[in-house]
């Protein structure tokens, strides 16, 4: 009974430890998410907007050839609403916001931008604008691109890390509540329920093993029958 209680406490200790990990895969989702929204805008206001006319209207005016116009535009006109979502979930977020929700909503904004730079990287690559663009320069903007992409895919990766950091940290918090006293289903407590029934069938059983008796003397014999 008392190894039963004993390993009651070491799985609420688990319990303890596991809502440490939970709020430490948090507080990584949290600054995921606000780095995320660094990147992204970053890259599309600095290398991908200077390629619009007018990145903030409802026609936002492809400036480079050989790229799919309609399909830049319609991506950029998207992103002015959700990229400024993005921008004030960053003020607000919090641990206990729904950080999932929020990183899946980052991940949308990420591969928008994404399929930005890369249509960008193409039309750079068919150097149809060449008499407006210098060769060597058009050289340098794919190299720019190409490295922005990179830190794109780096936030894809750091979103897909966090999201599983938290289910890992919350899967965690499930089995440890099992192991531990005091949840809906607790392995600990059928295992206290069970070490205390033997206990009581055992001090039971070593009560019927006393003989008691109103005098004092020597028990010579028992004369027993059932019942």
């Known amino acids: 009974?008392?190894?039963?209680?004993?390993?009651?406490?070491?799985?609420?200790?688990?319990?303890?430890?596991?809502?440490?990990?939970l709020k430490n895969a948090q507080n990584a989702a949290v600054t995921t998410f606000k780095s995320t929204y660094t990147s992204a805008s970053g890259i599309l206001f600095s290398t991908v907007d200077q390629f619009f006319a007018n990145p903030?209207?409802?026609?936002?005016?492809?400036?480079?050839?050989?790229?799919?116009?309609?399909?830049?535009?319609?991506?950029?006109?998207?992103?002015?609403?959700?990229?400024?979502?993005?921008?004030?979930?960053?003020?607000?977020?919090i641990n206990t916001s729904d950080l999932t929700a929020a990183l899946n909503e980052a991940e949308v904004v990420v591969k928008d931008v994404q399929l930005l730079t890369d249509t960008m990287i193409v039309g750079l690559n068919r150097r149809s604008d060449s008499k407006i663009v210098p060769e060597e320069e058009t050289r340098a903007l794919i190299a720019t691109f190409s490295s922005a992409r990179s830190s794109l895919v780096a936030s894809l990766a750091a979103i897909d890390n966090a999201r599983s950091g938290l289910t890992s940290a919350n899967e965690s918090i499930t089995r440890s509540k099992i192991s531990s006293t005091g949840g809906a289903v607790s392995s600990a407590d059928a295992q206290i329920k069970i070490a205390l029934g033997s206990l009581r069938s055992a001090q039971a059983n070593y009560e019927k093993t006393l003989v008691r008796s109103p005098i004092t003397g020597v028990v010579n014999a028992l004369y027993l029958k059932t019942g």
Do not use: C
């Open 1 to 21: 009974y008392e190894a039963a209680l004993a390993g009651s406490a070491q799985g609420d200790s688990g319990v303890r430890d596991a809502e440490n990990g």
């Open 56 to 93: 903030n209207t409802t026609i936002p005016g492809v400036r480079i050839g050989g790229t799919d116009t309609q399909l830049l535009n319609s991506t950029r006109v998207r992103l002015q609403k959700s990229l400024k979502a993005f921008q004030h979930q960053t003020t607000v977020i």
